[in-house]
């Protein structure tokens, strides 16, 4: 693990107990209610808007300095041509994948609102929640690099399962939390992979692997 990411999972002051409790509530209990039905998805907008406010309320009464959540402008440059690689060979993937099972392009993206701002916010959100926040928590919880990949990218994965087409989703989304989470303990820089993140979540939508619908996301 990152010798950087070692350093914050070491400034966390929250206690085991409280921690666990904070993941099971940002990261479980809402999706398994939308899954359930008890939310309806079309309120998917303002989970994410609840989580959000949710998670920068702990972050502030937790008092975690941006630093610690992955902000550090410094890293961009150290980490940039390991974030390129892998966001060419995740587009190469998605590519050759969307092509292989005949997926077509959405036609006349830019008339959806997600291909205009929405793919870039929720690709933040996502990153801070999973990668900034999550895996320090679970380093704080779980001592074994591996292990904290491996649960940084079920749970992840479990996000997605509201989304429709879960036999082709689901997979995509467990390869590419593996590559998130992996990419973040070894290369800990939140500007970069959410920038990695949202391009890739483009594609992902442009070929439709996640659309909902009668739903412009």
Avoid at 126 to 135: F, M, T, V
Avoid at 191 to 209: D, E, K, P, R, T
Wanted: charged letters at 15%.
């Amino acid at each position: 693990m990152n010798l950087e990411l070692k350093a914050s999972i070491n400034k966390i002051k929250t206690s085991k107990k409280e921690l666990t409790l904070q993941i099971f509530i940002v990261f479980i209990l809402l999706i398994v209610l939308i899954d359930a039905g008890v939310i309806a998805l079309k309120f998917r907008t303002a989970m994410l808007v609840f989580l959000s406010t949710l998670l920068v309320l702990i972050v502030i009464k937790e008092k975690w300095t941006p630093k610690m959540l992955g902000f550090d402008f410094k890293n961009i440059k150290k980490y940039l041509i390991p974030y390129l690689g892998y966001t060419i060979l995740a587009v190469l993937f998605i590519i050759l994948f969307g092509e292989n099972i005949g997926r077509e392009e959405i036609v006349k993206w830019w008339n959806y609102n997600h291909f205009i701002y929405g793919f870039l916010l929720v690709s933040m959100f996502q990153e801070i929640a999973y990668r900034g926040y999550l895996i320090p928590a679970l380093g704080k919880l779980i001592k074994r690099p591996f292990h904290i990949i491996i649960v940084n990218t079920l749970l992840f994965t479990f996000l997605h399962s509201i989304f429709p087409n879960p036999i082709i989703g689901l997979p995509l989304a467990f390869i590419g939390g593996i590559g998130f989470a992996y990419m973040y303990t070894r290369y800990p820089s939140l500007i970069l992979i959410i920038l990695c993140h949202a391009v890739i979540n483009f594609l992902v939508v442009l070929y439709g692997f996640f659309a909902i619908p009668g739903v412009t996301y």
